[in-house]
């Protein structure tokens, strides 16, 4: 896996005819794809998919923190650089003023640190500036509740707020790393988050809340990350790992892949697992609670130059990182670096970068290209030359013909050119805001719930009875769990449990789901630990009288149904060549009803998984990546990305091999579709 842009948000339309600006603050939307960006005066709505623009506000002040107010359909409340409490309203198009400070003459800026915390329990907004002994509670409408300033019972610096996403809790981090839970409307204490004297803690700089489960994590400015299990009376600590000896400034859980996000003061993005180990036997480790996350580390100059962008010198450092509480969508914003101390430490950072990558060359003097290459990865956000950067050029230089030319090579050019940028750089700040996320090359539908479509029938409108009948309920997959949604009342129900059990080290995930109706049968892929996959049969029980359904496992990674009455159905192998075809035991019953003879329609499930016929064998050319179901008899439908898309037929005794039938993958004479070089099929 590893990050990747989805698009840039241009803001270089804003504010025409004054100084280039910089997005300086963003927030997604809780439950839509909607992302909003503050630059200027200005905040901007876009459609996060899309990048289209949805409507622009004048709020009249420069935002420095903001929020979508979890209690309005579409509104954000944000603090201004004026110190104000601002509500704004998009559909509406209006602002309030929902809290002005005593002191009219108090500004901060875009990089003062203040604290917000909003509750989908009350229309409030919780508030306080960096260090300050107290808070401010006002209401996020207008007309609301007045502002209301309540004294923390410690008598401690606050340096943080945060509530929680479904409780009436609001959680204030001190100075010494105690957190106190307090309830939103009485303000009394529910318990005090603390470590015991051996571990120091200087305080949370950033919150984040499980989706589903009663865990916090804390992200403390001494680099220190904690996860905390709040559902019990006396709340425990669960993990705690070191980041790094930066601050984390900012956390946050990626719902779809099940991740947690850490962003340190220096730009440091690290993605990290969480894993709970259920043994009776032995107590839990908290420390092996947190482990790194199997994704390529960030590459800023490759997310500024994807989908059109361009890429920055020197290298920016991300401030923040905004996370959508329901997507596998982010933002990133930038340090600005054309402000007045970046502008004389430019020079300073572009020769400390070239010292470090002169020490490189010469310590790798007569080493292999793969340790050149390691040690320059090494460098980090050092920004002198990016990884595929390097790639790009030693590809183009193949194409010429130049294959005399080194990763060394191409490094002393990086050193040389990085001299020639210190002079040379730009100085115009990052008008655009990526929108990026986390991508898994071998499963490009994994953010997609893995489910059931429901397909109409082509000529319905030219029917005299235009009568539709929906299904009663709607299939999808959670984890094991074969899951149904009724149509009707709106319920879930676990409709099969497709695995007993798993052990707890090995990594899962459904890929596809396929059924047929007129077998009443599932196939259902999963991926284990990024290695194997397997397709479960699971017969639908269609007979109330007997007993739950059971199913079987076959090892392949797609399974596709073939012919009219979705008799046949073939997997795909792992190694992308091989094809096993298996015949369902609906085929031996027709056969027996031609010759009019009694048929049991309620064959039990045991029996049915027992008269699934041995695979036989075919052989593709070449590698395939997908394989998909046809009504045609004996086809089946199969595309290689950046290929084609082909009809094959499954005839038996057509050439065959040592390992089986062997299926052409050449395109000429038969039905097909010519792919580009990136296009990919997702699904058919």
């Known amino acids: ?32 794809a909607l992302v909003a960006a503050a630059i200027g005066n200005y905040i901007i709505e876009y459609d996060a998919f899309t990048g289209s623009k949805m409507s622009t506000i004048d709020i009249g002040a420069p935002v420095v923190r ?38 009219r003459m108090e500004q901060i ?32 409408v207008e007309g ?72 916090i994590f804390v992200g403390d400015r001494r680099g220190t990350l904690l996860a905390w299990d709040v559902s019990t009376e006396r709340p425990n600590m669960i993990g705690i790992t070191q980041v790094g000896s930066q601050p984390i400034t900012s956390v946050a859980w990626l719902p ?68 959508h509480s329901k997507l596998n969508l982010a933002v990133l914003l930038f340090a600005n670096m054309t402000a007045g101390d970046n502008l004389k430490n430019r020079a300073a950072y572009t020769r400390e970068g070239r010292k470090q990558l002169f020490a490189v060359l010469q310590g790798a003097r007569g080493s292999s290209a793969s340790v050149l290459k390691e040690k ?9 030359l990016a990884d595929h950067q390097l790639q790009a050029q030693l590809q183009e230089h193949h194409l010429k013909g130049h294959s005399q030319l080194t990763i060394s090579d191409i ?39 893995v489910c059931l479509p429901f397909h109409l029938e082509l000529n319905f409108f030219n029917k005299a009875n235009r009568v539709l009948h929906y299904p009663v309920r709607a299939f999808y997959l959670d984890g094991v769990n074969l899951m149904a949604y009724n149509l009707c009342s709106g319920t879930d129900t676990l409709y099969k449990k497709l695995y007993i059990s798993i052990p707890g080290n090995v990594e899962y995930h459904p890929k596809y789901m396929i059924y047929s109706k007129k ?62 075809l298996y015949i369902l035991p609906g085929l031996a019953s027709q056969e027996v009803d031609e010759r009019n003879e009694p048929v049991e329609q309620n064959q039990s499930v045991d029996s049915k998984v027992g008269l699934v016929q041995g695979s036989m064998q075919f052989m593709f050319e070449t590698e395939v990546d997908r394989i998909f179901s046809t009504p045609l008899e004996s086809t089946i439908m199969f595309a290689s990305h950046g290929d084609q898309i082909c009809l094959a037929k499954l005839v038996q005794g057509y050439r065959l091999s040592a390992d089986g039938h062997y299926i052409s993958t050449k395109a000429e004479g038969r039905k097909s579709i010519k792919l580009k070089v990136n296009e990919i099929v997702l699904q058919g």
Request: charged content about 20%; proline content about 6%; overall charge neutral.
């Open 109 to 140: 800026s875009s990089s003062t640190e203040v604290h917000l915390a909003l509750t989908p329990l009350q229309p409030v907004v919780f508030f306080g500036f960096h260090r300050r002994m107290s808070v401010t509670v006002v209401g996020t």
């Open 66 to 103: 903001m929020s979508y107010s979890p209690t309005s359909s579409h509104a954000i409340v944000a603090i201004l650089e004026d110190c104000t409490i601002r509500s704004c309203d998009f559909d509406t198009e209006q602002t309030f003023v929902l809290h002005s400070p005593e002191k």
């Open 144 to 215: 609301g509740r007045a502002p209301t300033k309540i004294k923390a019972d410690l008598k401690k610096p606050i340096v943080n707020l945060a509530c929680h996403p479904r409780l009436p809790v609001l959680y204030v981090a001190y100075a010494d790393g105690w957190i106190r839970a307090y309830n939103i409307h009485t303000y009394a204490v529910h318990y005090t988050l603390q470590l015991d004297n051996t571990i120091k803690l200087i305080g949370a700089g950033a919150f984040a809340f499980h989706p589903t489960l009663e865990w």
């Open 256 to 323: 779809m892949l099940r991740l947690l996000v850490t962003l340190s003061k220096d730009g440091t993005l690290q993605a990290w697992k969480t894993r709970v180990m259920l043994n009776p036997n032995r107590p839990p480790m908290q420390a092996n609670f947190f482990e790194l996350a199997a994704i390529e580390s960030i590459d800023v100059p490759r997310i500024l130059s994807q989908q059109g962008g361009e890429a920055v010198y020197p290298l920016p450092r991300i401030r923040t990182i905004e996370v």
């Open 1 to 32: 896996m590893e990050w990747a842009t989805v698009q840039h948000l241009d803001l270089r339309h804003v504010g025409r005819g004054q100084k280039a600006l910089q997005p300086h603050a963003a927030a997604f939307h809780p439950s839509q």
């Open 411 to 449: 490094a002393r050019r990086a050193f040389l050119y990085s001299h020639f940028m210190e002079g040379h750089a730009k100085s115009a700040p990052i008008s655009r805001l990526p929108v990026i996320t986390v991508l898994d090359t071998k499963h490009h539908l994994k953010d997609i719930p």
């Open 376 to 384: 320059l990865s090494s460098l980090g956000s050092s920004g002198i």
């Open 519 to 580: 077998q009443h049968l599932f196939l259902v892929v999963y991926e284990f630990s990024g290695a194997t996959n397997e397709v479960v049969l699971y017969w639908e029980n269609t007979d109330v009288h007997t007993a739950n359904s059971k199913g079987s496992t076959v090892k392949g990674r797609d399974a596709a149904f073939i012919g009219p009455n979705e008799n046949q159905f073939a997997v795909l192998d792992d190694d992308k060549t091989g094809l096993a």
